[in-house]
């Protein structure tokens, strides 16, 4: 919890002041509008100022994330090993140093926030389309959001598993509707002020319960000295048997 606080005041002292020159930001970013008469000026900028805030919150709900985890990596590293840990079984290793994986873990971050910045500005412009600007877009955002905040909250366990961000991706993308089911409530509880720091290592142990069904870890093994194949077999032929005799 204490690396998400630590993040937490950096983001909140980081948010505040931009917030407070918002106004200030979009009147400099378009000065081609100072002559605009009332109320276009005012209608104009203040769409503008609605946007900036909603791709600041964008931006800083995923970076939050990226940010709390590689600051607190040994603690939530330790936490996704006891849920592991707790289910049974071996608790997966990627065979790396502890430098290793916080180096990964930090171009990973920054390949993350590369494509959070340029989805930032896609959704920034075509949040300029009348209707579908102020309606559809910012639900794309938010799931888009979601997803994101999913990837990065799984990276812990399936780095472990030795499952670097491209295969990451694609698993996710696999069961793209469990992903937005576990990503969009916390994107929702991460808009709360607070309720993130609180929330950062619950959401690191559902991910890495999340990561244990995506790979197939929660699937129950066939009986022991028979392979999933020759129990179904068995089981049919079992069926077969009875619906012999039973016609018999």
Do not use: H
């Amino acid at each position: 919890m204490i690396p998400a606080l630590i993040t937490l005041v950096g983001y909140a002292a980081a948010l505040v002041a931009l917030f407070f020159w918002t106004d200030d930001v979009i009147a400099w970013a378009t000065p081609f509008a100072d002559d605009w008469s009332s109320p276009w000026l005012g209608v104009f900028r203040g769409a503008l100022s609605i946007l900036f805030a909603a791709t600041c919150l964008f931006l800083a709900i995923i970076t939050f994330t990226a940010v709390t985890l590689l600051v607190g990596q040994p603690f939530y590293e330790s936490l996704s090993e006891a849920v592991d840990r707790s289910e049974g079984g071996a608790v997966p290793e990627s065979g790396m140093s502890t430098w290793a994986e916080l180096w990964i873990g930090l171009r990973e971050a920054i390949a993350l926030l590369i494509r959070v910045a340029l989805w930032s500005v896609l959704f920034f412009a075509l949040g300029f389309i009348p209707g579908v600007g102020q309606t559809v877009i910012p639900v794309l955002a938010f799931c888009v959001t979601a997803f994101f905040l999913t990837e990065e909250l799984t990276s812990i366990a399936l780095l472990r598993r030795g499952i670097l961000l491209k295969e990451r991706r694609r698993l996710l993308r696999s069961r793209r509707l469990l992903s937005l089911g576990f990503g969009v409530p916390l994107s929702v509880l991460f808009l709360i002020p607070l309720v993130a720091v609180f929330l950062m290592p619950g959401a690191v142990a559902g991910a890495t319960l999340l990561v244990r069904d995506l790979t197939g870890e929660d699937e129950p093994a066939a009986p022991r000295g028979e392979t999933a194949a020759g129990a179904f077999n068995g089981a049919n032929g079992f069926n077969g048997a009875n619906g012999a005799n039973g016609g018999s």
